[in-house]
């Protein structure tokens, strides 16, 4: 990894209205003990981490006047303080509070993501910066264009993107932009949880109930199916996608082949599959089948990882579920969101009931709250 990779302090808005700023605290940040229990990032060759392109990025990441009412940011959406989420929202709101139909995922970690976006549409963090600017329902802007105006005429960004990229106001381009933000993003890591304390090291950090809870989600939870745990790391995730009972469950079955096809002709102009994936709900609980259109994944999503999982409710990728417990009583009925629902046709293999009591679902939460980061901590309840 880059001697430059180090991680993020998290900001504090300390009235509201105000704008929350990440403020770096370097000398906190050294690569050993901060990433204990992730593995290796895989930084791309031709987008390495400075520590220049890293602020750059976190300028850019702050800045409002990348929307077409110059009241929305990439922060709007993933606060410092919020654990870069806009909990307590089920889905994002952009321009003039308009909403989609997509929780925020967490830009924690995103880094170690295979894939970006619930679905997976976008292959890295420079192509998933794209496309937030110009998706109706999020930053409103026709194209690129007003972005690269100010950032070739900002004195400040044209010296930065100066010093970056070696290149004068003109050659800046989107790309260098997208670049920035994802080098930005590629430091926002969060690990040395109490858990990899525990599991990695050894230390006497976890309570009986806790280490009970580990050993529902190795065991009869099956967690660890889809949110797996290695012998030197913990990413908690498969990087697949699944359906897992959420949000397709609620298309009604005879709509569900109008409403793939229509995804499917939308799928080659990329910003009306973004307008679809964040305007129309149906449409939207396809899932991973509009972009591979394979059948087998008709209302799958990705596999989310469970770091600092206690700070990002609600869950799924509609923010559906407003807390653990729901989770957990979600998968316990077998993916059926109530007793009496219909479990929907496309549901995963391995989704069933867990038959857990309420002292091994209250075990296994408090668990999860074990992974949380050492520099998140002071955030969890």
Request: hydrophobic share 40%.
């Amino acid at each position: 990894m880059n001697r430059y990779l180090f991680g993020i302090c998290i900001a504090t808005v300390l009235i509201a209205g105000v704008k929350p700023e990440a403020k770096f605290n370097l000398s906190e940040f050294l690569v050993n003990d901060a990433q204990l229990g992730l593995p290796a990032m895989k930084v791309p060759g031709d987008n390495p981490i400075t520590k220049e392109k890293v602020l750059l990025g976190e300028k850019l990441f702050l800045d409002e006047r990348f929307s077409s009412t110059g009241k929305v940011s990439c922060a709007t959406c993933h606060l410092p303080e919020k654990a870069f989420t806009d909990s307590p929202l089920k889905v994002s709101e952009g321009i003039d509070k308009l909403t989609g139909t997509r929780n925020a995922p967490t830009v924690i970690n995103a880094a170690f993501n295979k894939m970006q976006f619930w679905d997976g549409r976008s292959p890295d963090l420079e192509d998933q910066a794209l496309h937030p600017f110009v998706n109706p329902v999020e930053m409103g802007l026709e194209n690129h264009d007003p972005i690269l105006k100010i950032v070739r005429t900002d004195p400040e960004y044209v010296k930065q993107f100066k010093n970056v990229f070696k290149i004068d106001p003109q050659q800046i381009a989107i790309k260098h932009v997208v670049m920035s933000i994802a080098a930005f993003e590629r430091v926002i890591i969060s690990s040395n949880s109490r858990f990899d304390r525990w599991y990695f090291r050894g230390e006497n950090v976890l309570s009986e109930k806790e280490k009970q809870g580990f050993d529902i989600f190795i065991n009869k939870g099956r967690c660890v199916s889809c949110h797996i745990v290695e012998y030197t790391t913990a990413l908690f995730t498969d990087g697949k996608f699944h359906n897992v009972g959420v949000g397709i469950n609620t298309v009604p079955e005879d709509e569900i082949a109008r409403l793939s096809a229509e995804f499917l002709e939308a799928k080659y102009n990329r910003t009306d599959v973004d307008l679809k994936v964040l305007g129309d709900p149906q449409a939207s609980e396809l899932g991973r089948f509009a972009v591979t259109r394979n059948v087998s994944e008709m209302g799958a999503f990705k596999t989310p990882m469970l770091r600092d999982i206690a700070l990002t409710a609600p869950y799924m990728h509609d923010g559906s579920l407003k807390t653990l417990e729901d989770v957990i009583d979600h998968y316990n009925r077998g993916g059926a969101s109530s007793d009496s629902e219909k479990i929907n046709p496309y549901l995963s293999g391995g989704i069933r009931p867990l038959d857990l009591t309420d002292d091994e679902k209250a075990a296994l939460v408090a668990f999860m709250k074990t992974l949380t980061g050492k520099k998140f901590e002071k955030f969890q309840q």
